[in-house]
């Protein structure tokens, strides 16, 4: 029969359970009892001052006296332990001023797993063996380290903390995998990394071994959908994470093709009607061409802003309503603009309109149009306020 032990996993969430039981802490995770048995787990057995676990339990609340809070919390933690699933026993022990947790119970914790395996890695010279400890820590690190307490001061440093040991170990074992020429293994480590922290390097590791792989399909295939993902989330990216994105997206190629492959590769597959939806960035480099060409005088556009309004006439905040009212905007993109017209989603509440080919006397009849058709898609409701941005400067 195997023996019991206490497992507790903190990456990507929080579980904690001894065999088959569960410890549930109650209705109340976020509790300040829990949150001491989550610190105590990320070292279990090893020694932690209880001046250092009062600071991260207490600091930034208005508490008199953090050792007689730290002291109840104590208390309450080891009532928990005696009526939870563990075997009768103690657990907290307090030292000197050192608190521990031990019970003579064999615990095993995703944080400390992933910490020891990073300090091995520190440690070790061997390339190869170095190697192998980055994919056993990563597979210990399954998400944020716990993102339901995202908001715990002592969470954000500890997370800051293992994020950093993650990238640092990742770098490497890509880098060592590639000198190996391993790209399957690249592709497949890396999609997870990119799961966890989208556009931040780890798809362009992914395309390049997609791309070594001679998979353009699947490469552009990525491409595409992180792009849709994008355009479906409101496209929030740092300046950081925007350059990310472009670098994958100059790194999708095709193999040599002939001529009535590459034909065919460039034709829209569906057209359908109104204006062109595309990403924002498609978007981007769109405008940057017409800004190039009417200088040459041959072509006119104008660019909007559509902002969409709340029951108030107030710029819309909801997220959820934005989304509903985003589809119905989009709809009256399709309804009332050209074929040749283009519009991507900005933000969660914004989209952008490059009108080509507009003659002057009829801009101003464009915001009118597409609100009035969007309040009939909302029943009255609400609206949207139509801005231009760039008149094309040509007129």
């Known amino acids: 029969m195997t023996e019991k032990k206490l497992s507790v996993k903190m990456f990507g969430g929080f579980t904690a359970s001894y065999g088959d039981e569960v410890l549930t802490f109650g209705r109340q995770r976020d509790s300040k009892f829990g949150q001491l048995f989550q610190i105590l787990m990320t070292r279990p ?51 000197m001023g050192v608190l521990y947790f031990d019970g003579g119970i064999e615990v095993e914790s995703d944080a400390w797993n992933f910490e020891k ?35 715990e001061q002592w969470v954000i440093e500890k997370s800051r903390y293992y994020q950093k040991l993650y990238f640092s170990m990742m770098k490497y074992l890509f880098g060592y995998l590639k000198g190996e020429g391993d790209y399957r293994s690249i592709e497949r480590l890396a999609a997870g990394a990119s799961e966890i922290y989208p556009y931040e390097g780890w798809e362009n590791w992914r395309i390049d071994s997609l791309i070594a792989l001679n998979q353009h399909q699947e490469a552009e295939a990525l491409y595409q959908k992180a792009a849709a993902h994008l355009q479906e989330s409101g496209g929030f990216l740092s300046k950081k994470q925007q350059d990310q994105f472009q670098k ?34 498609g978007f981007s480099d769109c405008y940057h061409m017409l800004k190039r060409v009417i200088k040459r005088g041959t072509v006119h556009f104008s660019l909007f802003l559509c902002t969409i309004l709340d029951g ?36 969660e509440n914004q989209y952008l309109l490059l009108c080509v080919g507009m003659k002057k006397e009829h801009i101003a009849e464009i915001g009118a149009r597409i609100d009035l058709d969007f309040r009939k898609r909302c029943g009255g409701r609400g609206g949207v306020s139509c801005r231009l941005l760039d008149d094309g400067g040509n007129w």
């Open 117 to 151: 395996a990073a300090r091995e890695f520190e440690k070790e010279q061997d390339k190869r063996k170095k190697a192998e400890l980055c994919e056993k820590a990563c597979e210990f690190y399954q998400g944020e380290f716990l993102p339901q307490l995202s908001n």
């Open 312 to 347: 108030n006439g107030h710029a819309a905040e909801n997220r959820e309503y934005c989304e509903k009212q985003g589809k119905k905007l989009r709809a009256s993109f399709q309804a009332h603009l050209r074929l040749g017209d283009i519009y991507t989603k900005y933000s």
């Open 248 to 281: 994958i997206g100059r790194k999708i190629l095709r193999p040599e093709g002939s001529e009535e492959a590459i034909s065919d590769y460039l034709l829209e597959t569906v057209q359908g009607p109104g204006a062109y939806g595309c990403t924002l960035p």
């Open 45 to 95: 057995g090893q020694g932690f001052s209880k001046s250092d676990v009062a600071e991260s339990l207490y600091k930034w609340e208005e508490v008199e006296d953090t050792n007689a809070s730290l002291n109840n919390t104590i208390f309450r933690l080891r009532k928990y332990l005696e009526a939870s699933p563990l075997p009768a026993g103690d657990y907290l022990f307090l030292r």
